[in-house]
């Protein structure tokens, strides 16, 4: 069975660091994988990709310059690292796996659960 | 970047009835297009893709069509469980942009 599981979400304060991570089961994370964002009561909003081939990664605006997207092939792990954090990118974070030609995407099928960030002084 | 227009925001069918939400793109995606429903709580979940493409899973009276900047979400029978957000996302290229969202409120 297909699943993606994030974590490391939790408080922190505005300037603040955290690492998200999604880890994989049932196939392996080596393809196109987007990060997702969904601040409270508001709507769906793309935060970054990482592609299959060549590993090159994209960013919202709002996340350029402070989030790295990147995986970890032998954890079978995609991960986050948000930077220099404030309070509007509170939100919960969902991964999902996308099958893509360059950045040009058929479909993203599966989505973890999602991990909440909060921050908050 | 491409900007997604989602119609309406907000819709009160009842059950049984046919239910239609449009997105419209600044700009020609071809058929990148993808379709989520999303429950409060859940995760998104993918319904179409190709703009036409049933999810494996997803019952029949969900259906999609349009393509170029025009697209359309319809279900045919509506049910009680599809009372939920659905949102459409441009997949054609960086951003990965979302329509704002359709809520089905429960008349």
């Known amino acids: 069975e297909v699943q993606l599981l994030e974590s490391g979400g939790g408080l922190v304060q505005p300037g603040g660091s955290l690492r998200l991570s999604c880890i994989a089961s049932g196939f392996r994370f080596s393809g196109y994988a987007i990060w997702v964002r969904q601040a409270p009561g508001k709507g769906l909003e793309w935060v970054s990709s990482?592609?299959?081939?060549?590993?090159?990664?994209h960013y919202a605006d709002t996340a350029k310059g402070r989030f790295t997207i990147s995986r970890d092939i032998s954890k079978n792990t995609l991960n986050l690292q948000m930077n220099s954090l404030r309070a509007e990118d509170t939100a919960i974070y969902y991964c999902?796996?996308?099958?893509?030609?360059?950045?040009?995407?058929?479909?993203?099928?599966?989505w973890g659960q999602g991990t909440l960030v909060t921050v908050s002084s | 970047d491409i900007q997604m227009t989602q119609s309406p925001s907000s819709l009160s069918p009842s059950v049984g009835g046919r239910v239609t939400i449009t997105c419209r793109a600044s700009q020609s995606i071809s058929n990148y297009l993808c379709w989520y429903q999303q429950k409060p709580g859940e995760a998104p979940r993918l319904l179409i893709y190709?703009?036409?493409r049933l999810q494996t899973g997803v019952p029949s009276r969900f259906s999609g069509s349009g393509s170029g900047t025009d697209f359309t979400l319809t279900i045919s029978s509506l049910q009680p469980e599809d009372f939920a957000t659905y949102y459409c996302q441009q997949s054609y290229n960086t951003p990965h942009t979302f329509g704002q969202g359709t809520k089905l409120e429960i008349k």
């Open positions: 990482i592609s299959a081939n060549d590993e090159s990664t």
């Open positions: 999902a796996r996308g099958y893509c030609v360059g950045t040009t995407c058929g479909n993203f099928d599966s």
């Open positions: 190709s703009a036409s």
